[in-house]
């Protein structure tokens, strides 16, 4: 495959270091609250990636840290504790608010259809590899204490910004909130390997080290991670673009000082989810998560669908608008999928080749997750028997993971309880009515009604003529789909 490479800023054949396996890394979550769904969008597009490696026949061994300690507000080295913020938000201790979010994070990621890697490794698991790094770093000169605490030396270095040049990432350390001087530090770029000094008198896990009890900073955890469970010559590293500097900036000097080589070729970013608050996490003063689409009757996995609609390395604009039109495409396109008969004719091999081919070659090119969509309408498209249309969307499914040959074979057992589909009618943004058994305007028009009350929260109303329809001995259904009705 090609793939756009941030570390170079090209797009670039896919290789690797052991022909036919991939050692991928992927920067975890920092489990001191709920990932809202921006975060959520990157791990959507890595976990695309992933099974598209594993598309193209790639062995992968893909490895997440769990950020539980060290991770302070500012992704620098100032602020708050993250943890500790959470543990006092909660009056829990910071261990409980770990696995509390640990697991709310791995249950969001099911939902959203999202693999979990073959390692997970919280960083309060491997204290003792820090601790080893650290000291490797200090032996060959490339670390020192300050303070008590110890420091990377960046001016070691024959070049220490890899991402953005020099200037554009000093621009982004000036704008960061609550930027605070370390007068320990001797260059502007230094950070901290290991902390025994810090502001937070009641830090709560502090572990003992040659340097005194202290617990480590933050970007040491996922460079001795990936060498525990990848080797030494990691082929894709991912992540977020927020997290290209410094986290990832200072991972590579770590890795590269550690090892005398070099590390990690290939850098995936992918961009922010903006609002039209102008706020990744938030719109209009909502916190967006999995459990509040849920809330808002979203299927997850349509939020999936709305992000692997654009690209991954385009910013995209959350609006409830935008979730709904993605939202009422991901119920049409599995009823169109349920509308197929899975006995219609054997599959054609030749046939299911060829599409292979061709949504290699589409999303082959920089993830382009958007063609790969485009690749299931064309597939229904094709002319082919239902039940090579069925094996197509279901090979192309196994990178895209919408459920769709799941929901459309649900839908139909459905259908066949309720009766024959007539027709599905669009009734606008994020809805449809399908029509079963005899059609009729006057129904129709009701049903829609009671559609648009429920679409506009007028809840007593929707009720009402729920009723009103119920005395006519109508039955309505809400499914995946849209509204069925029936006579009963
Ligand atoms: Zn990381």
């Known amino acids: 495959m090609y793939l756009y490479n941030s570390?170079?800023?090209?797009?670039?054949?896919?290789?690797?270091?052991?022909?036919?396996?991939?050692?991928?890394?992927?920067?975890?979550?920092?489990?001191?609250?709920?990932?809202?769904?921006?975060?959520?969008?990157?791990?959507?597009?890595?976990?695309?990636?992933?099974?598209?490696?594993?598309?193209?026949?790639?062995?992968?061994?893909?490895?997440?840290?769990?950020?539980?300690?060290?991770?302070?507000?500012?992704?620098?080295?100032?602020?708050?504790?993250?943890?500790?913020?959470?543990?006092?938000?909660?009056?829990?201790?910071?261990?409980?608010?770990?696995?509390?979010?640990?697991?709310?994070?791995?249950?969001?990621?099911?939902?959203?259809?999202?693999?979990?890697?073959?390692?997970?490794?919280?960083?309060?698991?491997?204290i003792p590899e820090f601790i080893n790094m650290v000291q490797g770093l200090l032996d060959r000169g490339y670390a020192y204490i300050a303070g008590g605490n110890v420091y990377f030396d960046t001016s070691k270095l024959a070049r220490y910004h890899i991402f953005f040049d020099h200037d554009q990432e000093d621009l982004q350390v000036g704008v960061r909130e609550g930027v605070e001087e370390d007068a320990n530090k001797r260059n502007k770029n230094d950070f901290v390997l290991w902390f025994t000094r810090s502001k937070f008198e009641d830090q709560a896990l502090k572990w003992d080290s040659p340097w005194g009890v202290g617990y480590p900073g933050w970007h040491i955890e996922c460079s001795a991670i990936s060498l525990k469970y990848n080797g030494e010559y990691l082929d894709l590293h991912c992540g977020g673009i927020d997290n290209a500097f410094p986290h990832h900036t200072n991972e590579i000097a770590q890795s590269e000082s550690y090892l005398g080589h070099p590390w990690c070729p290939q850098w995936f970013h992918v961009h922010h989810l903006n609002t039209d608050d102008g706020k990744m996490s938030k719109s209009k003063g909502e916190f967006l998560t999995v459990s509040l689409l849920e809330e808002k009757g979203y299927d997850p996995l349509a939020y999936r669908f709305f992000c692997l609609q654009s690209h991954y390395r385009k910013a995209l604009v959350f609006s409830w608008e935008n979730l709904d039109n993605a939202a009422g495409a991901y119920r049409k396109l599995i009823a169109r999928i349920a509308a197929l008969d899975p006995d219609d004719g054997a599959v054609d091999e030749a046939v299911l080749e060829a599409s292979r081919q061709k949504f290699m070659k589409a999303v082959g090119n920089d993830l382009n997750t958007s063609l790969g969509v485009t690749a299931v309408y064309d597939a229904l498209k094709a002319g082919t028997n239902d039940a090579t249309c069925l094996a197509v969307i279901g090979d192309y499914d196994r990178v895209l993971s919408l459920s769709l040959t799941e929901k459309a074979a649900a839908l139909r057992k459905k259908t066949v309880e309720l009766g024959e589909i007539k027709a599905t009618m669009s009734i606008g943004a994020g809805a449809s009515i399908t029509v079963t058994g005899e059609g009729d305007p006057a129904v129709d028009a009701l049903v829609l009604k009671r559609a648009e009350a429920k679409k506009a929260k007028s809840f007593a109303e929707a009720d009402r003529i729920r009723n009103e329809l119920r005395a006519q001995g109508i039955e309505l259904t809400d499914t995946p789909a849209g509204v069925v009705w029936k006579r009963v």
Do not use: W
Request: contains cysteine; glycine residues 6%.
């Open 7 to 126: 570390a170079t800023h090209k797009k670039e054949p896919f290789t690797t270091h052991t022909p036919g396996r991939v050692e991928m890394y992927t920067c975890g979550p920092t489990v001191y609250h709920f990932a809202h769904i921006g975060n959520l969008r990157s791990y959507i597009m890595e976990d695309v990636l992933e099974k598209y490696l594993r598309y193209e026949g790639y062995d992968v061994n893909r490895v997440m840290n769990i950020t539980d300690v060290g991770h302070l507000s500012s992704d620098a080295d100032t602020g708050e504790d993250k943890m500790l913020m959470g543990a006092k938000r909660e009056h829990k201790t910071v261990l409980e608010i770990a696995q509390f979010y640990t697991d709310a994070f791995f249950a969001d990621c099911a939902k959203l259809n999202i693999k979990t890697p073959d390692t997970v490794q919280p960083a309060t698991g491997l």
